[in-house]
């Protein structure tokens, strides 16, 4: 806190255009719920899904509504003599910047691209404003599947087989692209958006027709594909929380109601199942654990992530599959579940992932921004 009697003023931004926007509000939601009146100064900052932000005590329900009229046009400045959040009001002659708050931390609930992608950490950084998460390298590696992928490969962390191809490669060349796919491994194969998550755009393509027709759907959603080497596995997951020292939670294990965890496996068909603890022997649960650590400092993660495994039915080998920079967060998502299960509670999550932003903005102001020669002892 700033001090004993003044509020730590918190913005939450939540929305953003993204194919995960409706997800993001959920999330925000739950945030916004467990944030302590007592403690916090909460602003809220919807962003639409053409990107225009808006402030307002209830912005939530107003963007879930699709009625902006009682929010006001907001705008962080990448000024950081300017804190705060600000409007452009209409003077007599021009318009006029007025700001409308302070705030102390940032915690973008953006899933997907322009939130999790490192776009936004960008210009919190700029700001020079405390934000929960990862920061513009994490997030930028952590979303870009065929990037994360070869920074795995680099510190030796196993993953699947994979290509990645462009938008104009599927567009112009499709018929190489499909070799080049079918070469991978034997169908079944993954066809995914390299940059977006909550399994938006996702396929499993069990032969060449499906295969051109999850290449079309990927390409809908980002200029980069990723196709795959399908494995027959059981999904897992670990939480993991920390800065410098990181800890990890007990791995949790999906059973979803669809042949993947598709989006609609996830978000619309309750069939799908959570088991937390994952039901795994304790040596497995501990490569799971110390993997997902590896994997969250290899990218130099911050605050949060849910890392995300598969381990094969058949050979017992366990890869990762993709890091999430900015997890599900409602009160039912794998993320604070899984910290749940080991005795941290929501609200304390939520505390805790503030207190984190706040340690890493302090330790960042350690860092010499202007050459300076270092003075010699006598």
């Known amino acids: 806190m700033n001090n004993q009697s003044q509020k730590l003023r918190v913005a939450v931004l939540f929305g953003g255009v993204s194919g995960e926007h409706e997800i993001s509000l959920l999330s925000a939601r739950s945030i916004l719920s467990a944030l302590d009146p007592a403690h916090y100064e909460v602003t809220q900052i919807g962003i639409t899904h053409e990107g225009k932000w ?16 009682s929010c006001i046009p907001a705008t962080l400045l990448p000024d950081p003599t300017r ?156 939480s993991v929380l920390g800065n410098e020292d990181v800890d990890a939670s007990v791995p949790g294990e999906i059973i979803p109601a669809e042949e993947f965890y598709s989006y609609d496996a996830k978000y619309h068909d309750d069939r799908s199942q959570l088991l937390i603890p994952a039901p795994l022997e304790p040596e497995v649960a501990e490569y799971a654990r110390s993997l997902a650590i590896r994997t969250f400092k290899a990218i130099d993660g911050a605050g949060m992530a849910r890392v995300d495994m598969l381990l094969d039915k058949e050979s017992g080998e366990l890869f990762i599959n993709e890091i999430n920079t900015i997890p599900g967060f409602t009160r039912i998502s794998m993320y604070p579940k899984l910290w749940n299960a080991v005795g941290i509670s929501y609200p304390q999550l939520v505390d805790r992932l503030i207190e984190l932003a706040l340690a890493r903005k302090a330790e960042k102001s350690e860092t010499l921004y202007r050459y300076q020669r270092e003075s010699k002892g006598k």
Request: with cysteine; charged share 25%.
């Open 54 to 69: 808006y402030f307002g005590e209830n912005a939530l329900d107003a963007l879930q509504e699709g009625n902006l009229t």
């Open 83 to 238: 804190n705060g959040i600000f409007t452009l009001s209409k003077g007599d002659t021009d318009e006029i910047l007025r700001h409308l708050c302070s705030v102390d931390v940032v915690f973008p609930v953006l899933h997907g691209t322009f939130g999790e992608d490192g776009t936004i950490q960008g210009l919190l950084e700029m700001a020079n404003v405390a934000y929960v998460g990862c920061g513009v390298v994490a997030s930028a590696v952590g979303m870009d599947k065929g990037i994360f992928k070869d920074v795995m490969k680099a510190h030796h962390i196993p993953v699947v087989d994979w290509l990645v191809f462009t938008r104009q490669e599927v567009r112009n060349k499709v018929e190489e692209v499909i070799a080049k796919s079918e070469a991978i491994a034997p169908y079944p194969l993954f066809v995914k958006p390299a940059n977006l998550g909550s399994s938006v755009g996702v396929s499993k393509c069990h032969n060449r027709e499906e295969l051109i027709l999850g290449l079309r759907d990927a390409s809908r959603y980002d200029r980069r594909i990723l196709v795959e080497r399908g494995v027959n596995a059981r999904e897992i997951e670990v």
